[in-house]
């Protein structure tokens, strides 16, 4: 491939085999039937029967497939439907869930131009641009889409907004002239690239590459290549099948043996097979997640996180590290001019972003405008050598046109000095456009019967044309000292990251209306400078603040510079670390990468694949990282992210569609918001996995005491069933809607391999597990001798739901007893619980369902047993939450290396 910017125009369009007035028109049908058409290629999506099948592919499915077979075969049609039935549910959610998922590669194709002015045989034409191929002439103005790749031919005035290829939030000066050495994407200034923005001017460009071989193809091909990653969840949900699928093999082993040994035949062997593999399998499980989780979107929504993949809410919940962008996302994406030097002053400007609302302030004290002629005459010079407007759209301001600009057109109005007012006051008769290469910008007015021409550019630029400057009320000849002075405020206000614009002025007399560039070299009277800069949010400080308490290290990935890059993050309190620059990023390998990431806190510069390599290095260190981003340029690292996180106002298409999570404010504090209901959700998911994995424990433990000691299942299969799809999820649900304690962010992040289950949790739910397995059994026992087999199962069946009832009371945390949570702050549990215990009266009592379940009515006596043994079972593990609160801590947290996490509240690594 070639290296456009090393070459000059001719040389291109020699290399191109092209010429100025374009290609023929057979020559460019020849050319696309080499190159194709000029589209971005879409990954093919699998057919829809496939996607359904895959939901199929799980241990679980397998286990609760050959336990609906053995029912067939056995004869129990109602256990093998309820089970099938089960099965098509799941597959179901699954697959809606998927289908939803991939959608980038479709948003990508919409960004790409839909039309483009070419120059063929000759004749300027408008064509599709899926048409366009390597060598066409094509024109670009202000507006215009570009539609290819392609190198600057005639440039006037050209700016583009590059801001969604390479990071860089302010429009890119173009021309044509030979670059030499190696350019980064962002420093090709002689080329435009395919799907970027022309703001202002006009070009001439040669199209260099079409479709995928442009650097938005290049990025496209990317989006395809990567795969994305498992969650936490993801991975937590896939042990636990393999755990579960083992179980239950060296179970059902154990339970055939014990029941050949006991004389069972081989019927009654069947059946206990079944009903071991329906209590080891937590049927309703999955959909009660997914409920969580989609409950858990919309908290999130409400807190302007807007969540695209479901299993991906917790994920953020368990993130150490967040990678930020800083325009618009650290920072207001709202150009402000904050500081004035005029005269030797310092001047002040409050205020942030569009709101023409602010004082100007010199020490601490308020300017009156009407006593400062100079700042009234910088911030005049500042609106009317100016193409930006404010606007108001609505109800929100705004501004039309470059940011810098805007920014000067802003700090005016505060002042009272409305643009359009000026305008009528002073007309424009002429002007003299900025261009990179004179380095300022001119405007010729009529007032009072003369003309004056103003001038704002680089202070060096109007220093070096002026031959005198305004002190007081007077103009003065300009000195060696004045110039000294002016470059040191320059440097100060750059030091702080401002962009720094000087303005000066000159008066013709009225026969001169038009003007040119000698008319002022030498003959300008300098006025002052203005220093702007887009401002950190406030609410950023603050959620960087709760990242840091949160052991959550916040990285910044920008496309701006080093100095404006450190310069923000030393204000909204990033914590402290190294920076490096894309360019020194694309010197390093990636084992070099590896072994400084932990230590850098600001990448700036960035260009787009380059974000990918550094999500991937973070990765490596088994970091949980969240990507936020708005651009074309980040859809490889988002989607790659273990979250990806779009904006929703300044995004494209392209990043959301990539895309976690979407910001419905474009505001950091709405990405800790995030992190906050993240980790809250994974508590509720495993308060709920405590619960219905107890419950099915219990059911196991108390199938081999009984077969092993009586001889006699104590649940059939069908009871099994109803009290993990019905019981258990008629309050799994409310639980997973338990309110959040407040600590969240006090506690360190989740180490990404301590899933869902961890040591201390199995200790509990084997503890309970025991606890309810015997006090069923010693029920089924003592009825057996006393009542018949099916008022046995019955009282056995009751006493489990029971303990569910009371238990679920129990799981809404592993260290906070009910009172200190608040009986009544979970209303939804409450009601859960009611209808849970109206169901079971339905079972018991209404007659075709105790044909379908084997059940008989119970005496109120009966219950009174049941529930006794419930109400202990529930004070044993209250009690335990007072005397030994952390007794089931173990293995919740694990260490990170060194820059991982910082130390929470409590003093946990």
């Known amino acids: 491939m070639a290296e456009w910017h090393k070459l000059s125009p001719d040389e291109a369009l020699t290399t191109l085999r092209s010429k100025s007035d374009g290609l023929d028109q057979a020559e460019a049908v020849h050319r696309q039937t080499q190159h194709g058409l000029n589209v971005l290629l879409g990954k093919s999506k699998p057919p829809a029967l496939l996607v359904f099948t895959k939901q199929f592919l799980s241990p679980l499915i397998y286990v609760l497939l050959a336990a609906a077979i053995i029912s067939l075969v056995v004869g129990h049609y109602i256990d093998a439907v309820v089970i099938l039935a089960v099965l098509m549910l799941n597959a179901a959610i699954g697959y809606i869930q998927e289908t939803r998922a991939e959608k980038a590669m479709e948003a990508l194709l919409k960004t790409a131009a839909p039309k483009a002015k070419v120059r063929r045989d000759g004749k300027i034409m408008l064509l599709p641009a899926r048409q366009l191929v390597p060598g066409d002439i094509i024109l670009l103005e202000t507006g215009d889409r570009v539609p290819a790749d392609a190198r600057l031919i005639e440039v006037s005035n050209l700016k583009v907004n590059e801001s969604t290829l390479t990071g860089e939030s302010m429009p890119v000066d173009k021309h044509n002239r030979t670059l030499s050495g190696n350019a980064s994407l962002a420093e090709r200034k002689n080329q435009v690239h395919m799907s970027t923005i022309v703001t202002y001017g006009r070009a001439i460009a040669a199209v260099t590459a079409t ?138 400007v409050s205020g942030d972003g569009y709101e023409p609302v602010g004082d100007f302030k010199k020490g601490d004290s308020i300017i009156d405008i009407n006593d400062n002629d100079n700042l009234v005459l910088t911030l005049k010079i500042g609106t009317l050598c100016n193409d930006a407007m404010l606007i108001k759209d609505k109800g929100q301001n705004g501004i039309y046109g470059d940011p810098t600009e805007g920014s000067m057109v802003v700090a005016a109005a505060k002042a009272g000095l409305i643009k359009e007012t000026l305008e009528k006051q002073y007309p424009r008769i002429d002007e003299i456009p900025f261009q990179s290469e004179k380095l300022y910008m001119a405007t010729l007015h009529r007032y009072n019967q003369r003309n004056v021409a103003y001038v704002k550019g680089a202070p060096e630029r109007l220093l070096a044309m002026s031959k005198s400057i305004v002190k007081g009320n007077s103009v003065s000849p300009i000195t060696k000292e004045d110039v000294d002075d002016i470059l040191d405020a320059n440097t100060n206000m750059a030091k702080q990251a401002m962009r720094v614009i000087a303005t000066a002025y000159v008066e013709f007399p009225p026969e001169i209306d038009d003007i040119e560039d000698h008319h002022l070299q030498g003959t300008l009277v300098f006025v002052g400078l203005m220093g702007m800069a887009d401002p950190p949010r406030d609410e950023a400080k603050q959620a960087i603040s709760l990242c840091n308490g949160a052991g959550i290290r916040v990285v910044m990935i920008t496309g701006d510079n080093v100095i404006t890059a450190q310069s923000i993050a030393e204000k909204i309190g990033l914590p402290a670390g190294s920076a490096i620059s894309g360019a020194e990023l694309h010197h390093m390998s990636d084992e070099e990468l590896f072994a400084q990431v932990e230590d850098i806190s600001v990448f700036a510069r960035i260009e787009p694949l380059q974000k990918l390599k550094i999500v991937n290095a973070l990765q490596r260190h088994d970091h949980v990282v969240a990507m936020t981003g708005d651009g074309v340029n980040d859809a490889p690292a988002l989607k790659t992210a273990n979250i990806g996180i779009a904006m929703g106002i300044t995004g494209t298409d392209v990043a959301k569609e990539s895309s976690d999570m979407v910001l419905a404010d474009d505001n950091f504090a709405s990405v800790v918001a995030a992190v906050d209901e993240g980790r809250a959700i994974f508590n509720r998911l495993r308060n709920v996995v405590f619960f219905s994995l107890s419950t099915n424990l219990a059911e196991l433990l108390s199938l081999i005491l009984a077969v092993s000691i009586i001889g006699i299942a104590p649940l059939l299969a069908v009871q099994i069933i109803w009290i993990n799809l019905v019981t258990d999820t008629s309050v799994e649900i409310p639980l997973g809607l338990e309110p959040k304690f407040g600590d969240e962010l006090q506690q360190p992040p989740r180490h990404p391999k301590v899933g869902l289950i961890y040591p201390g949790l199995l200790f509990r739910i084997c503890f309970l597990a025991l606890l309810m397995s015997l006090a069923v059994f010693f029920i089924f026992n003592w009825a057996q001798s006393r009542y018949s087999v099916e008022e046995a ?64 009515p119970l005496s109120i006596g009966k219950w009174g047993i049941v529930l006794l043994a419930g109400v202990i079972l529930f004070a044993i593990e209250e009690v335990r939450k007072i005397m030994l609160p952390n007794l089931f801590a173990m293995g919740k947290f694990m260490p990170f290396s060194k820059k991982s996490a910082a130390t929470d509240a409590g003093g946990n690594k």
């Open 211 to 348: 479709g995928m071989d442009t650097e938005i193809g290049r990025i496209a091909t990317a989006i395809a290549e990567v795969e994305t990653p498992k969650t936490p969840l993801q991975k937590g949900i896939g042990k636990l099948s393999r755990y579960i699928v083992g179980i239950f093999l060296a179970i059902c082993t154990l339970l055939i043996i014990v029941g050949i040994a006991r004389g069972l035949d081989a019927l009654e062997v069947f059946l206990v097979a079944v009903a071991a593999a329906v209590s080891a399998i937590p049927e309703g499980l999955p959909a009660v997640v997914t409920v969580v989780l989609a409950i858990g979107m919309r908290v999130m929504a409400n807190r302007n996180a807007i969540i695209r993949k479901l299993a991906a809410v917790e994920t953020l919940g368990s993130a150490t590290v967040i990678c930020s962008d800083k325009t618009g996302t650290l920072t207001l994406n709202e150009m402000t001019v904050h500081r004035m030097y005029l005269n030797g002053d310092w001047i002040e």
């Open 793 to 856: 199962r019955t009282l056995a069946f009751c006493s489990i739901v029971t303990f569910s009832w009371l238990r679920v009371l129990n799981a809404r945390s592993d260290k906070h007893t009910i009172f200190k949570l608040g009986i009544l702050k979970n209303k939804w549990l409450l009601v859960g619980i009611a209808t849970a215990i109206l169901l079971q009266m339905v079972v018991i009592y209404v007659p075709f369902m105790q044909t379908a379940f084997q059940t008989v």
